[in-house]
């Protein structure tokens, strides 16, 4: 029962950073959190990306997207002398990600059984059904933003705008790496 009890906790304690109720610094200082944190946003990650391109690249995103989420909060921490910091705002920014990535999957299957359904011929194209997932995955995108924002702003002791900016910025350079790397391999 007492790992349920922690199992529930750590889980509300995710869900409350994606409320902007916690910061990483409610997390415990655990690598074991941590490698669960990871393990889950990079299998979450690959089922997302493989929903439009095939496994290897789909990992090989991920990979690189996780790397480059890491490169970034080492520096950001780094340069800023709180590197005692590093294991929970990783925990916090990777298990946060799971649940955006929860959230965007079946919204992004739905677009993509559109979009092959209207390319097979088999239905007409769902208008609706795009705008409305669309829509929702915009939603969730600018909430993960702001999440991203908000972890920044505790891990970094900063202001919200520039936490935003901040998740901004790497959202911008992680599509733009994808986009280029999905473009070297098809």
Known sequence: MRLFETVNLIFRKFFD??????????????????????????????????????????VMLVVVDIALLGVLVYVLLWANNLLARLIRVLTALLGSGVFFEVLALPLLAWQQRILDNAQAEVISLDETGVIISSLFL????????????????????????????ISVAYMFISITISQKLSGLLL
């Open 17 to 58: 950073i994606c409320l902007l109720r916690a910061g990483p610094q409610d997390l415990p200082s655990s690598t074991f959190l941590l490698g669960l944190a990871l393990l889950l946003y990079f299998a979450m990650g690959v089922l997302l990306t493989m929903i439009s391109l095939p496994l290897a690249q789909a």
């Open 138 to 165: 915009w939603l969730v995108l600018f909430w993960n933003l702001i999440v991203i924002g908000h972890i920044v702003r505790h891990a970094l002791s900063t202001l919200m705008p520039i936490g935003i900016a």
